[in-house]
């Protein structure tokens, strides 16, 4: 059972997006972040892509911090999203193939949203959308962008509210793959599968049938838990073996700011997540 009774701990933020996917900060200025608020591991986790793993990567050597590779991967369990965090996974291969066919369903998404958007009256172009975008997998979070550049709302939260998020008037929901492939896939690559920021979405029937189809641990430290959310995926984890992290879903808001180096998890020195990276030694001790 993942106890970790006694261990050395690493302060420890896994769940960080740069400007690969939908953040505002380079990879080589998300690690300069962190090592100002003396963490001692991050994972880079960009919206269905690893771009930015091998920049935060380089940028941190000799620095002491470690670098786990890592991405949200968005999936569907039983009709509904639900995003997967994959961490220390050694094929590249097998989850590049992975992500990249979710950046093409990303794609068409963003054509669909601003078809929709047009539909309602809104001036703005798939065009607009790539611009502000550049070369990251693109998201919602962009569209947000370009929405409130052209003055339709005042923040990207606004835009979410109104039209994109789920469910919302221009919402369009990708095919992603079932969650359980996700997994599967994950696995194969050798890497381990997390749950990202569950909150109140999941009941005990559903995190059962999660963990049946190979889940290897829950966040439990999110920016959108409470304590209590907080202790019951921590008592789930040590309850049925699974491995809890947490970090600060950082994307580069003036919020994620006060997150970053604050909402993290204290991880095991001897963690599985950590393989292969190097880390600053820590004088850190202490108990879940």
């Known amino acids: 059972m993942h106890l970790f009774l006694n261990h050395s701990f690493l302060r420890a933020d896994l769940h960080i997006h740069t400007n690969a996917s939908d953040g505002k ?8 972040q962190a ?4 963490l001692d591991v991050i994972a880079i986790t960009d919206h269905d892509t690893i771009a930015g793993v091998g920049e935060a990567q380089m940028a941190a050597d000799g620095t002491g911090l470690g670098v786990v590779q890592g991405a949200e991967v968005s999936t ?3 009709g509904r999203e639900c995003h997967l965090l994959a961490y220390a996974f050694e094929d590249a291969g097998i989850m590049q193939k ?4 979710q950046k093409n369903r990303r794609v068409s998404r963003a054509r669909t949203i601003v078809a929709n958007l ?3 009256g809104f001036d703005l172009s798939f065009d607009d959308v790539l611009g502000e975008a550049g070369r990251a997998s693109i998201g919602r979070p962009h569209i947000a962008r370009v929405m409130v550049k052209k ?4 923040t990207n939260q606004e835009v979410f509210f109104r039209y994109l998020g789920n469910g919302s008037s221009a919402y369009h929901q990708i095919d992603y793959p079932d969650i359980a492939l996700a997994i599967e896939r994950v696995h194969q690559a050798g890497g381990y599968a ?3 920021h569950p909150a109140d979405t999941y009941n005990f029937i559903e995190l059962k049938k999660l963990k049946d189809y190979g889940l290897d641990g829950i966040e439990c430290y999110h920016p959108s838990h409470n304590s209590a959310h907080q202790r019951r995926y921590l008592d789930y984890c040590t309850n049925y073996n699974l491995i809890p992290t947490g970090g600060s879903d950082f994307h580069g808001s003036v919020q994620d700011f006060y997150h970053l180096g604050v909402i993290h998890c204290n991880l095991p020195e001897d963690s599985p997540l950590l393989k292969a990276t190097d880390y600053r030694a820590s004088d850190k001790t202490g108990t879940y």
């Open 194 to 196: 997390v749950l990202a």
């Open 98 to 101: 992975l992500l990249g066919n």
């Open 118 to 120: 047009n539909k309602l």
């Open 35 to 38: 090592l100002q608020r003396d």
């Open 151 to 154: 003055g339709y709302a005042s």
């Open 25 to 32: 900060l380079s990879p080589t200025q998300l690690v300069t």
């Open 76 to 78: 569907l369990f039983e």
